[in-house]
């Protein structure tokens, strides 16, 4: 086995599990069953309003702060108060929606250009998102230099900023709306509410690895 | 049971009376005449029955499972009318798992697919012809027997008959309805687990006959003569002064 | 009478281990309910589940064509495929990688798969450190134990258990407090994670339209590993595909209600290759590793359709066997339904036949199961092949001959029934065996054995039609 080239090996293997494959598909006992219609869901045939409140509704039954905003002036300055005075992780100013990078021109935070260490120091991230998920309360996040995934994992506080129309009904109206982008991006995140664990006699912590506290700010 | 005689002549049917019942509760095949004679039926007991199987398929032994199982097969296939088995797990066995013992057998297949189609669990073959219940005439409930229901693994998940026993029992005005802790838990009988798997077997006996103790019931009822037996037997190891019958026993006005 | 074999001594242990008992009842009884509870809540529930046993089912059906397209996907993605056929290969290509690329300190999420193949002895024995981050896998590795559950690996001990653990491998002050152990864990980890050069994981779904790889947890530390550390391995059985990702939302939507009750993980990550520029916080490589080990012969036969699973635990917690011993005393790497099936399919049914028979078949694993696979069908198969192909006790094997030789020959069988019954009767108390002898032993040892009533219920019927005659 060492005297042989890796990849030849390797394709030795390959060819070997593919073949076994194919003849073990001439006498699997696999169920011949119809396929079964779509499924429908009633969330997406309601309006946007409504994938907004049950947005809010969701994150609210899992423990996440919502704070909803009716001006971008008016989620400028929930965020800056949410953030004052503390070391914020961010999204550059450039991914960051209602020109939140303006705001923070004063308390320039640190984005994925930092060092390690300190964007583990800093004690709350700052993100946009690419789309938000009514139906779960779930956060999108595509990774990108611009879109820097340590903003939303390694801050105990979580901040995510979100535009109305950002809120889709369903998860699989959020994989076709980002559509392409989605195998172009290196990972796409989902979020659904602070880090947890129930591993111990089942008793639920928040905050185990990722943040133990998310905030959304749902701006018009 | 409600119920007088019928104006249309009487229906047909056959009983598979199941070798548990036959061997060791025959008290339950007795009451099931009963019932289906008074709900309208003639019954008829076909010659030569002795087991459905079950314990060899359940077991791997898949020979010695067909060559028992075409017995029972060929003994009602040369009947008409559809075929009332007073066990869930003889039902299941008779309705679904014969097409997967004949498989590759074309002849026995259809004959087994033929077969399946008449046969029907007492209960569920009851619920249809009994007339709803009388309200109004439950007697006092210091009088009332408690009584709590175990439905059978095979009838309620292979055969998918939940509300039927518990309707049926439910218009029983001497009963009273009890409810048991984690009722569909297995009570760990599984046939021939009982004695292969007696460490497992005990523990799941175990669980259950501390639920039934502790639902307060007098009488504990099933549809399946193993799972009455091997309750009977636990309760009985433990010291307990609760009954274990089957459910057409009590349907019969007996046991109460 | 024979030794009990060793599953059988452990399954004798834990039946009587009380404290197991209460602990596995507990977290299952709980688990149980909650998944209850999660798919009533679910809009069109069953549909949603036979869409995803569809998806499942159509993936296994194609799975060359499947495999093929992934292959073509994670590599226009840019991600390095590797093929391993059993535990050995997969090992050394993960070695030889860190070898190459100089990775000395691994962290690794939860994946059942790397503890198939044994993966973490054959790291350290290559020079790499590996440190399991899963909290429950993190106590295991600890404590030196084995997980006992595949969604709770620490269902079996107390927190009392889980503090003197991390006092004693961490040099922590006692505290039996869930919310201080987690601290604890976190700060420790964080360290390992900042640190760490390879990140190890399984995948929970791969999505062969889009080359995604699909991983879902809820404390982030699958994040925290496959974002970190300079190259991210993922482990990847070649059963676990789904065609789009369209299917990979009907999965979704059953994944985390039958394993905890959740809608949704708290994190679901949909990884796709490495970073797009030089100044992205993602891994520089991205390698997946597809294993067969057993899976293409299991394809190949009767028990095809549990490479469906999608390791959700639901079978485990509705099991009564599962809940009588909980997950140790399998002795496998996948115990419960799942285990009795699964196991005896990958690696062969003479070693581990007895689990297949350590079930009364009620079924409730099937009724649970987010794509309804037939377990119970599969148990009954694996015990016929084992009673065909391996044989049976004689004892068992005679009383099974005697049985099909009576049960078609129904004089005979009244005979035997006089004479059995007769003999009974007579050593009989109120109708009523204390104990009985050979393979009814099993019978008496735990309940009382009733003697064959006097009148059958054909010596009823009999008397009746002559009566009326």
């Given at each position: 086995?060492g005297a042989?080239?890796?990849d030849a090996v390797d394709g030795a293997?390959?060819?070997g599990i593919l073949?076994?494959?194919?003849?073990?598909?001439?006498?699997a006992?696999?169920?011949?069953?119809?396929?079964p219609?779509?499924?429908?869901?009633?969330?997406e045939?309601?309006?946007?309003?409504e994938?907004?409140?049950?947005?809010?509704a969701?994150l609210?039954?899992i423990?996440?702060t919502v704070?909803e905003e009716?001006?971008?002036?008016?989620?400028?300055?929930r965020?800056?108060?949410?953030?004052?005075?503390?070391s914020v992780?961010?999204?550059p100013?450039?991914a960051?929606?209602?020109?939140?990078?303006a705001?923070l021109?004063?308390?320039?935070?640190l984005?994925g250009?930092?060092g390690?260490?300190g964007?583990?120091a800093?004690e709350?991230g700052?993100?946009?998102v690419?789309?938000?998920?009514?139906?779960?309360g779930t956060?999108a996040?595509v990774s990108?230099?611009?879109h820097?995934?340590?903003?939303?994992?390694?801050?105990p506080?979580?901040?995510?900023?979100?535009?109305s129309g950002?809120?889709?009904?369903?998860?699989a109206?959020g994989?076709?709306r980002l559509?392409?982008a989605?195998?172009?991006?290196?990972a796409?995140?989902?979020?659904?509410?602070?880090?947890?664990?129930a591993?111990?006699?089942?008793?639920l912590t928040l905050?185990?690895?990722?943040?133990r506290?998310?905030?959304v700010?749902v701006g018009? | 049971m409600?119920?007088?005689?019928?104006?249309s002549?009487p229906?047909?049917?056959?009983?598979?009376?199941t070798?548990?019942?036959n061997?060791f509760?025959?008290?339950a095949?007795?009451?099931?005449?009963?019932?289906l004679?008074?709900?309208?039926c003639e019954?008829?007991?076909p010659r030569?029955?002795?087991?459905?199987?079950?314990p060899a398929w359940n077991a791997g032994f898949?020979?010695?499972?067909r060559a028992v199982?075409r017995?029972?097969?060929a003994?009602l296939?040369?009947?008409e009318?559809p075929?009332?088995i007073p066990?869930?797990s003889?039902?299941?066995?008779?309705?679904h798992?014969?097409?997967?013992?004949?498989r590759?057998?074309?002849e026995?297949?259809?004959t087994?697919?033929?077969?399946a189609?008449?046969?029907v669990?007492?209960t569920a073959?009851?619920a249809?012809r009994?007339?709803?219940?009388?309200?109004g005439?439950?007697?006092?409930?210091?009088s009332?027997?408690?009584?709590?229901y175990?439905p059978?693994c095979h009838?309620?998940?292979g055969l998918?008959?939940?509300?039927?026993?518990l309707?049926?029992?439910?218009?029983?005005?001497s009963?009273e309805?009890?409810p048991?802790a984690?009722?569909?838990?297995?009570?760990?009988?599984?046939?021939?687990?009982?004695?292969?798997?007696?460490?497992?077997?005990?523990?799941?006996?175990e669980?259950k006959?501390a639920a039934i103790?502790?639902s307060g019931?007098?009488?504990v009822a099933?549809c399946?003569?193993?799972c009455?037996?091997?309750?009977a037997g636990g309760?009985?190891?433990r010291?307990?002064r609760?009954?274990?019958?089957?459910?057409a026993?009590?349907?019969?006005?007996?046991?109460? | 009478?024979?030794?009990?074999?060793?599953?059988t001594?452990?399954v004798?242990r834990?039946v009587?281990?009380?404290?197991?008992h209460?602990?596995i009842?507990?977290?299952?009884?709980q688990?149980?309910a909650?998944?209850?509870?999660a798919?009533?809540?679910l809009?069109q529930a069953e549909?949603?589940?036979?869409?995803a046993r569809?998806a499942?089912?159509h993936?296994?059906?194609?799975?060359?064509?499947?495999?093929?397209?992934?292959?073509?996907r994670?590599?226009e993605?840019?991600?390095r495929?590797?093929?391993?056929?059993d535990a050995?290969e997969?090992?050394r290509?993960?070695?030889?990688?860190a070898?190459?690329?100089?990775?000395?300190?691994a962290v690794?999420?939860?994946s059942?798969l790397?503890?198939?193949i044994?993966?973490?002895p054959?790291?350290e024995?290559?020079?790499v450190?590996?440190v399991?981050t899963d909290?429950?896998?993190?106590?295991?590795?600890?404590?030196?134990?084995?997980?006992s559950?595949?969604?709770?690996?620490i269902?079996?001990?107390t927190?009392?258990?889980v503090?003197?653990?991390?006092?004693?491998?961490?040099?922590?002050p006692f505290?039996p407090?869930p919310?201080e152990l987690?601290?604890?864990?976190?700060?420790r980890?964080?360290?390992?994670?900042?640190?760490?050069?390879l990140g190890i994981?399984?995948?929970?779904?791969?999505?062969?339209?889009?080359g995604?790889?699909?991983l879902?947890?809820?404390?982030?530390?699958?994040?925290?590993?496959?974002?970190l550390?300079?190259?991210?391995?993922?482990l990847l059985?070649i059963e676990?595909?789904?065609p789009?990702?369209a299917d990979?939302d009907a999965?979704?939507k059953?994944?985390?209600r039958s394993?905890?009750?959740q809608?949704?993980t708290?994190y679901?990550s949909?990884?796709h290759?490495?970073?797009?520029?030089p100044?992205?916080?993602?891994?520089e490589e991205v390698?997946?590793?597809?294993?067969?080990?057993?899976?293409?012969?299991?394809?190949?036969?009767?028990?095809?359709?549990?490479?469906?699973?999608?390791?959700?635990?639901?079978?485990l917690?509705?099991?009564?066997?599962?809940?009588?011993?909980?997950g140790h005393?399998?002795?496998?790497?996948?115990?419960?339904?799942l285990?009795?099936?699964?196991?005896?399919?990958?690696?062969g049914?003479?070693e581990?036949?007895?689990l297949?028979?350590?079930s009364?078949l009620?079924?409730?694993?099937r009724?649970v199961?987010?794509?309804?696979?037939?377990l119970?069908r599969?148990?009954?198969?694996?015990?016929?092949r084992g009673v065909?192909r391996?044989?049976?006790?004689?004892?068992?094997?005679?009383?099974?001959?005697a049985?099909?030789?009576?049960?078609?020959?129904p004089?005979?069988?009244?005979?035997a029934?006089?004479?059995?019954?007769?003999?009974?009767?007579?050593?009989?108390?109120d109708g009523?065996?204390r104990?009985?002898?050979?393979?009814?032993?099993g019978?008496?040892?735990h309940?009382?054995?009733?003697a064959p009533?006097r009148r059958?219920f054909?010596d009823?019927?009999e008397?009746?039609?002559r009566?009326?005659?």
């Amino acid at each position: 086995m060492g005297a042989r080239e890796p990849d030849a090996v390797d394709g030795a293997a390959r060819a070997g599990i593919l073949g076994r494959v194919r003849a073990a598909l001439r006498t699997a006992r696999l169920p011949d069953e119809p396929e079964p219609p779509p499924t429908e869901s009633s969330l997406e045939r309601a309006s946007p309003q409504e994938w907004r409140a049950r947005f809010v509704a969701e994150l609210r039954a899992i423990g996440v702060t919502v704070h909803e905003e009716g001006s971008a002036g008016a989620v400028r300055t929930r965020v800056g108060a949410l953030l004052a005075g503390r070391s914020v992780l961010a999204w550059p100013a450039r991914a960051l929606p209602y020109e939140l990078g303006a705001a923070l021109a004063s308390h320039p935070p640190l984005d994925g250009s930092a060092g390690r260490a300190g964007q583990a120091a800093c004690e709350i991230g700052l993100t946009g998102v690419d789309a938000a998920i009514a139906e779960t309360g779930t956060l999108a996040l595509v990774s990108s230099r611009d879109h820097p995934r340590t903003a939303s994992l390694l801050p105990p506080v979580h901040v995510a900023v979100v535009a109305s129309g950002q809120i889709v009904p369903t998860l699989a109206r959020g994989f076709e709306r980002l559509g392409p982008a989605i195998p172009r991006a290196s990972a796409v995140n989902l979020i659904t509410g602070p880090s947890r664990t129930a591993d111990i006699e089942l008793e639920l912590t928040l905050g185990v690895h990722g943040p133990r506290e998310l905030v959304v700010v749902v701006g018009p | 049971m409600a119920g007088g005689p019928s104006a249309s002549p009487p229906q047909r049917v056959q009983l598979f009376r199941t070798c548990l019942v036959n061997d060791f509760l025959p008290e339950a095949g007795i009451a099931a005449v009963g019932l289906l004679e008074r709900a309208g039926c003639e019954v008829e007991v076909p010659r030569g029955q002795t087991c459905c199987g079950q314990p060899a398929w359940n077991a791997g032994f898949r020979e010695e499972a067909r060559a028992v199982a075409r017995h029972a097969l060929a003994g009602l296939a040369r009947t008409e009318g559809p075929v009332v088995i007073p066990s869930g797990s003889c039902a299941d066995m008779l309705v679904h798992q014969t097409a997967e013992l004949f498989r590759g057998d074309a002849e026995w297949s259809a004959t087994a697919r033929a077969v399946a189609a008449r046969c029907v669990e007492l209960t569920a073959f009851l619920a249809g012809r009994v007339a709803s219940p009388p309200s109004g005439t439950a007697k006092p409930a210091a009088s009332r027997v408690k009584t709590a229901y175990h439905p059978s693994c095979h009838l309620l998940r292979g055969l998918g008959v939940r509300e039927e026993p518990l309707r049926l029992l439910a218009a029983v005005p001497s009963l009273e309805q009890v409810p048991l802790a984690a009722p569909e838990e297995c009570c760990g009988f599984g046939g021939a687990f009982s004695v292969g798997q007696p460490d497992l077997s005990g523990a799941m006996l175990e669980r259950k006959c501390a639920a039934i103790e502790a639902s307060g019931a007098d009488v504990v009822a099933s549809c399946d003569a193993g799972c009455v037996l091997h309750l009977a037997g636990g309760l009985r190891r433990r010291g307990s002064r609760v009954r274990v019958v089957h459910v057409a026993q009590l349907l019969d006005g007996g046991a109460a | 009478m024979s030794a009990p074999t060793p599953f059988t001594a452990r399954v004798r242990r834990a039946v009587r281990d009380g404290h197991l008992h209460e602990a596995i009842g507990r977290a299952t009884g709980q688990l149980e309910a909650r998944r209850g509870a999660a798919f009533a809540s679910l809009e069109q529930a069953e549909l949603v589940r036979d869409r995803a046993r569809h998806a499942r089912l159509h993936a296994l059906g194609r799975l060359d064509a499947m495999l093929e397209t992934f292959e073509r996907r994670l590599t226009e993605n840019g991600v390095r495929v590797h093929w391993a056929r059993d535990a050995d290969e997969a090992c050394r290509i993960v070695a030889r990688l860190a070898r190459e690329r100089g990775l000395r300190r691994a962290v690794k999420a939860k994946s059942m798969l790397s503890e198939e193949i044994r993966l973490n002895p054959a790291l350290e024995a290559a020079g790499v450190q590996v440190v399991e981050t899963d909290l429950g896998e993190y106590v295991v590795q600890l404590a030196d134990d084995r997980p006992s559950h595949i969604i709770l690996p620490i269902l079996h001990l107390t927190k009392e258990d889980v503090g003197r653990v991390m006092e004693r491998r961490l040099a922590v002050p006692f505290t039996p407090r869930p919310a201080e152990l987690c601290r604890v864990a976190r700060e420790r980890l964080r360290g390992d994670f900042l640190a760490a050069d390879l990140g190890i994981s399984g995948a929970n779904f791969g999505v062969a339209e889009t080359g995604t790889i699909c991983l879902v947890s809820n404390e982030g530390n699958i994040r925290m590993g496959t974002t970190l550390p300079r190259v991210h391995v993922a482990l990847l059985g070649i059963e676990k595909l789904v065609p789009t990702l369209a299917d990979l939302d009907a999965m979704l939507k059953v994944l985390a209600r039958s394993a905890t009750g959740q809608k949704i993980t708290v994190y679901t990550s949909l990884i796709h290759g490495p970073r797009r520029t030089p100044d992205e916080i993602a891994p520089e490589e991205v390698h997946v590793v597809l294993l067969d080990h057993g899976r293409a012969a299991t394809l190949a036969g009767e028990e095809a359709e549990i490479l469906a699973c999608i390791r959700c635990g639901a079978c485990l917690n509705a099991c009564p066997v599962f809940r009588a011993i909980g997950g140790h005393a399998y002795g496998t790497v996948y115990p419960g339904p799942l285990g009795s099936v699964l196991t005896p399919a990958l690696r062969g049914l003479p070693e581990w036949r007895e689990l297949p028979e350590a079930s009364s078949l009620c079924g409730a694993c099937r009724e649970v199961c987010p794509v309804r696979i037939d377990l119970p069908r599969m148990l009954l198969g694996l015990r016929a092949r084992g009673v065909a192909r391996h044989g049976a006790p004689l004892r068992l094997r005679l009383a099974m001959r005697a049985f099909a030789l009576l049960a078609t020959r129904p004089r005979w069988l009244r005979l035997a029934r006089r004479i059995g019954g007769a003999l009974a009767r007579r050593f009989a108390r109120d109708g009523w065996l204390r104990r009985a002898p050979g393979l009814l032993a099993g019978w008496t040892a735990h309940r009382d054995l009733p003697a064959p009533a006097r009148r059958s219920f054909d010596d009823w019927w009999e008397e009746r039609r002559r009566g009326r005659a």
